[in-house]
């Protein structure tokens, strides 16, 4: 397509033959074409984006060749360039290769000596790849988004006709050792930069250089560009023109016209056909910003290094891309689940710690594993750092990888380089980026000597617990007589009872079987009071069950119906939910619910019989269960109410102290609690445990 078909195309071959012999060296993509859209030139730089050779690119319109397209329609934009003189934008494009491209363009409009539009000079930069750069640098350092961006060129088209005579001059002088006397003789350069004059520079050396306009710098000398401690490398351009080579590219430090330095990519050359002629084209390049971006780059990466050697956590900086080809396949066989796939194929997880190199490590990581160096450990693989006890965490951390999960932290246990195994706190936290580029960051902190004193704590509580239990033992043994008083007591009333009953010549059958029923009952309790004081000694875990505390309050006033009927107790009992049930040891929480009742029984033996009544409640609260013991005597004394569950306090002159203060170790120990208060018309104690789920 041609930008305007009614533009005549001028042609200036030898003018275009002289730039395309400085875009050569150009690192950007450079083509030139004509007012029809046809290739008169591509650089290496183009050929090398696009693929395709010279001879298939003169000639042709680079639009049909590269398949250029624009949102807004090439027509517009083309209109776009006619208008202003040049445009920059976006193109996508379509190398040989068939790949789509995403290119940045800048097109600069040139006209030939009649004023018309001539040709079209494009400079082009692969976007993709430019963001790609960034992307790189940005992670490197991790603190600034400076990127290296080339800049459009600063074309210059110089006269060195009056240099060439100084050559001349030279040489007729007897002068041989070029290369001496250019670099020892700095009248000789100041005169040539003098003589170097400004045929023509386009509109971004204007910029570029801080000039005027263009014809305020066309007919000037390049002496004011040039700064004292750049001038050897003008030395050498002349010396490559002297020996005929056809081009020379460096960095150097050029300077604008309001004195400030700045860093450019200097190009000279001398186009084949036109030595001789006494002119070049010169090309700058503002690099400024590279040099820039690249010095922070190196400061930052130093910055990184420092702060990564220093750091006392332990850092293995690991390379996972091999881990993330395991991850794509599986996911391509679509595993959802991993750890239940690693469960049906173990071999995975060797295979994954076989994927997985490290790349780096800090001072800290090399004492951790016990290295001698960072080498011991650069290069290998983590599988020989994990130990049996840690591989449940590895497993754990790989499948935080394979769902994308946002980091990972737990203790776990490696192994050091002598297999002796070391506790750590192991964290990760990969960013997108660094997970894209299949690169992880790891902290590791050696917490052996914790774990350590924690294990010996633990060892210390299990030997004072069993001391402790030893001392309740004392306690038990003391109140054991107290405790089995009980049954003890009702087995001789019932067994006195029965032998009055058989010295009779008749006696009633039933009855005497109840009493030896009743007998056996109270043996049997007194029996699993022993035995439950030997569990609490030994540390055994009680047997629990689920049991409604209806029943539970139930069978264990049977225990003392001899106690309410000797002293002349009236038994009252209001169970308000019949399901009300919670997991607990039976013989025990009955063990305390007797104490309790005969507590109450003895206090009320300081009142008339009349006021004599005991009132058992049960009753669900929330997700816990009560029962509650009311009686109708004094109640407990202010003085008393602190020290009521104290170890060895009582009231009583025949008292050990110790009823109440186990029946509170027991039912803290099923996670409930034993509280008392005073009702105004006696004292109520009330059980509190945990519901059944």
């Known amino acids: 397509m041609s930008i305007d078909p009614l533009v005549p195309a001028i042609a200036q071959p030898t003018r275009i033959r002289v730039l395309a012999s400085a875009l050569d060296t150009v690192p950007d993509p450079m083509i030139v074409f004509d007012m029809e859209g046809a290739t008169l030139f591509a650089n290496k730089s ?66 030939g000596d009649d004023g018309m539009p001539c040709f079209v000079v494009e400079r082009s930069c692969d976007l993709a790849r430019n963001e790609e750069i960034a992307e790189q640098v940005r992670i490197a350092s991790h603190r600034y988004e400076n990127i290296f961006q080339a800049m459009a060129a600063s074309f210059w088209e110089l006269d060195f006709s009056g240099v060439r005579r100084m050559f001349g001059e030279l040489m007729q002088s007897g002068v041989t050792d070029f290369a001496h006397h250019l670099h020892h003789d700095d009248a000789f350069i100041e005169t040539a930069l003098r003589n170097t004059i400004v045929l023509d520079v386009n509109e971004k050396t204007v910029e570029m250089f801080g000039a005027e306009s263009r014809e305020a710098m066309i007919g000037g000398n390049v002496e004011a560009v040039w700064p004292r401690q750049s001038r050897g490398l003008f030395a050498d351009a ?22 400030t330095p700045f860093n450019a990519l200097f190009t000279v050359c001398w186009p084949p056909g036109h030595e001789g002629k006494g002119s070049v084209l010169v090309g700058v390049i503002d690099i400024s910003d590279r040099k820039r971006s690249e010095a922070e780059l190196v400061a930052s990466e130093t910055r990184y290094r420092e702060l990564f050697q220093a750091m ?113 706190h192991l964290s990760f936290n990969p960013s997108p980026t660094l997970r894209a580029q299949g690169r992880l960051l790891v902290g590791l902190i ?53 032998r009055r009953m058989l010295e ?100 009320m033996q300081k009142v008339p019989h009349a006021r004599r009544v005991l009132t058992m409640r049960t009753q669900a609260v929330g997700d816990h269960v009560a029962i509650e013991v009311e009686d109708r005597g004094f109640g407990i004394p202010a003085e008393h109410q602190a020290r009521l569950f104290d170890t060895f306090f009582t009231t009583k002159t025949t008292g050990l102290g110790m009823g109440l203060a186990i029946c509170k ?29």
């Open 446 to 498: 050696d917490i052996s000597e914790r774990v350590a004193a924690e294990s010996a704590l633990a060892e210390l509580k299990k030997s004072f617990a069993h001391h402790t239990r030893l001392a309740l033992l004392g306690e038990m043994t003391a109140s054991i007589s107290h405790e089995i008083n009980q049954p003890l007591s009702a087995i001789m009333t019932y067994g006195a009872a029965g």
């Open 504 to 603: 009779r010549p008749a006696f009633d059958k039933d009855k005497l079987v109840v009493i030896q029923d009743n007998i056996i009952a109270d043996a049997r309790r007194a029996a699993d009071v022993i035995a439950r004081t030997r569990s609490m000694a030994t540390g055994k875990q009680a047997d629990k069950a689920i049991v409604t505390v209806a029943s539970l309050v139930e069978a264990s006033l049977r225990f003392v119906e001899h106690e309410l009927k000797a002293n002349s107790v009236r038994l009252e009992t209001a169970f308000a939910d019949a399901n009300a049930a919670t997991p607990i040891d039976p013989v025990q929480l009955q063990q305390v619910i007797v104490n309790l009742v005969v507590n109450a029984i003895q206090e």
């Open 312 to 424: 006392s956590m332990g850092l293995l900086h690991l390379d996972t891309r091999r881990l993330w080809q395991i991850f794509n396949r599986l996911k391509q066989e679509g595993v959802v689940d991993l750890r239940a796939h690693l469960e049906i194929n173990p071999h995975l997880i060797q295979e994954a710690m076989e994927a997985t190199v490290i790349a780096e490590v800090n001072t800290a990581a090399v004492a951790l594993y016990g290295a001698a160096s960072a080498s011991d450990l650069v290069g290998r693989t983590v599988k020989g750092l994990w130990s049996p006890k840690g591989m449940r965490t590895f497993i754990r951390a790989v499948e935080c990888g394979y769902n994308f999960l946002p980091g990972f932290e737990e203790e776990t246990e490696q192994l050091r380089l002598d297999g002796t195994p070391v506790a750590v």
């Open 238 to 259: 002349l010396l490559y023109a002297i020996r005929r080579e056809p081009r020379l590219s460096a960095e150097t430090i050029l300077t604008r016209l309001d004195g």
């Open 665 to 693: 170790q027991i039912v803290e120990a099923h996670g409930g609690k034993l509280t008392t208060e005073n009702t105004g018309s006696g004292a109520l104690f009330r059980v509190t445990l945990p519901g059944a789920i």
């Open 46 to 111: 183009a050929i090398a984006l696009y693929g395709h050779a010279m001879n298939g690119v003169e000639g042709e319109r680079v639009d049909n060749l590269l398949a250029t397209r624009h949102p807004h329609g090439l027509s517009t934009i083309k209109r776009l360039l006619l208008a202003a003189g040049a445009w920059s934008g976006e193109l996508y494009r379509r190398s040989a290769a068939g790949v789509e491209l995403k290119v940045g363009v800048d097109w600069t409009l040139h006209y």
